[in-house]
Nanobody, 117 residues
């Protein structure tokens, strides 16, 4: 059993910044990928960014240059620094803990990010 708890979401104006955190606990696999996905109303879930246990990072094209993902393996925590936020970034952001190739996956409850003036 793995529990993922997200924090850091909220309301921010366009151009602002937020930092999301996700702490994992339980039966955590040491070889894994952690990351962030988001889902806006009426849209499908989409990948935002992932980072493997050995530091390989992938970003969605829509967030490259604006978002930065990082992880602290000792703390089993993944972060998402979100800068230059746009209204289209508004979504529920879900933390993920997954095996290679998404052979298995655990998900957090989600945290709401709203970008609006």
């Amino acid at each position: 059993q793995v529990q993922l708890v997200e924090s850091g979401g909220g309301l921010v104006q366009p151009g602002g910044s937020l930092r999301l955190s996700c702490a994992a606990s339980g039966s955590i696999f040491s070889i894994n990928s952690m990351g962030w996905y988001r889902q806006a109303p009426g849209k499908q879930r989409e990948l935002v960014a992932t980072i493997t246990s050995d530091g390989i990072i992938n970003y969605a094209d829509s967030v490259k240059g604006r978002f930065t993902i990082s992880r602290d393996n000792a703390k089993n925590t993944v972060y998402l620094q979100m800068n230059s936020l746009k209204p289209e970034d508004t979504a529920v952001y879900y933390c993920s803990h997954t095996g290679r190739g998404m052979r298995w996956a655990y998900w957090g409850q989600g945290t709401q990010v709203t970008v609006s003036s």
